[in-house]
């Protein structure tokens, strides 16, 4: 990967992890804003650098999980390194890359003090 490429990935993890101070994120986004801004990535190249920012979103209290359709409350699921392996193999089933409702979403829950 040359260094254009590697700031147009920090500049999406940048975005992602804004946006996670606010809100749940859904998985999708990443491979989404991924491939928008490296165009000529394949399958292979946009997983393996999701897996890696979502590595590094969990040193930062980011988690995987679920959010409830009843009560819009993000459920954690309980294993967070083994989760993103669990999140990858689902977007591996799809055979493609995840849309809305696929998968997972992120969070980042509060630091304890």
Excluded: C, Y
């Excluded at 590697?6 to 491939?35: C, F, G």
């Excluded at 459920?75 to 493609?96: C, N, T």
């Amino acid at each position: 990967m040359i260094e254009s490429e590697l700031i147009a990935v920090m500049s999406v993890v940048v975005d992602i992890s804004r946006e996670l101070e606010d809100d749940h994120v859904e998985l999708w986004k990443l491979p989404k804003n991924l491939r928008a801004v490296l165009p000529s990535a394949d399958d292979d190249q946009i997983q393996g650098i999701t897996r890696a920012m979502l590595i590094a979103l969990l040193d930062s209290n980011v988690v995987l999980g679920d959010l409830s359709g009843k009560t819009g409350l993000f459920e954690p699921w309980p294993e967070p390194v083994a989760s993103i392996d669990i999140a990858m193999a689902m977007w591996r089933d799809l055979g493609r890359d995840p849309n809305i409702g696929d998968v997972a979403w992120l969070s980042r829950l509060p630091r304890a003090d």
